[in-house]
């Protein structure tokens, strides 16, 4: 870690309002990216950032100097964003179709190759529902296994992997019609 950042991390953990902009200057791109991926919309999103901030505010104290301090943030935004879908949706209530578990995600990964950019996808993904968003978010851009998602969501992995092949399957859609009226 670079001795500036451990200074301005040293500098929030005493509460210095300066340091705390600078933080804030420093992160809120890359933060604020996660809130837009993870919420339906842009109002959803500033609401998760700015509580995610004061939680990365009131915990600073808690980092360790070990391993990087932004992944260390990242997760702070990632928990606030599930935890205010989890209340949001009380439970996650899905009915497995089983024949969408058969498909394979390489199968699904090489059926088409499209250009879409980034603000387009980032549209797609926050009109998913939310339990397609919130597995699609965690599998794809988080890393999560199937297992690890069902153990942090306390649903099945097969759940894990139909929401996933679902979410996938919507967006493809999306991407589809888009491409086909530009054609048109």
């Not at 498909?103 to 088409?112: A, I």
Request: aromatic content about 8%; proline content about 1%; glycine content about 4%.
């Amino acid at each position: 870690m670079d001795k500036e950042l451990r200074i301005l991390i040293q500098k929030c953990v005493e509460n210095d309002r300066e340091g705390q902009r600078e933080l804030y200057t420093l992160l809120s791109p890359v933060l604020y990216g996660i809130c837009l991926k993870y919420m339906k919309n842009k109002t959803e999103a500033d609401d998760v950032f700015q509580d995610a901030f004061i939680i990365l505010f009131q915990k600073i104290g808690q980092y360790k100097f070990e391993g990087s301090f932004e992944g260390w943030a990242k997760r702070i935004f990632v928990n606030e964003a599930l935890e205010v879908l989890r209340k949001k949706q009380r439970r996650l209530h899905v009915v497995i179709d089983h024949s969408n578990l058969s498909n394979s995600l390489e199968d699904e990964m090489n059926e088409s190759s499209l250009v879409v950019s980034h603000d387009k996808l980032l549209k797609h993904i926050q009109q998913l529902p939310d339990n397609y968003r919130m597995i699609f978010n965690l599998y794809v851009f988080e890393g999560y296994s199937h297992k690890a998602i069902a153990d942090r969501l306390k649903i099945a992995a097969g759940t894990s992997k139909s929401l996933l092949s679902r979410a996938k399957s919507v967006l493809r859609t999306k991407i589809n019609e888009e491409l086909n009226e530009k054609v048109s």
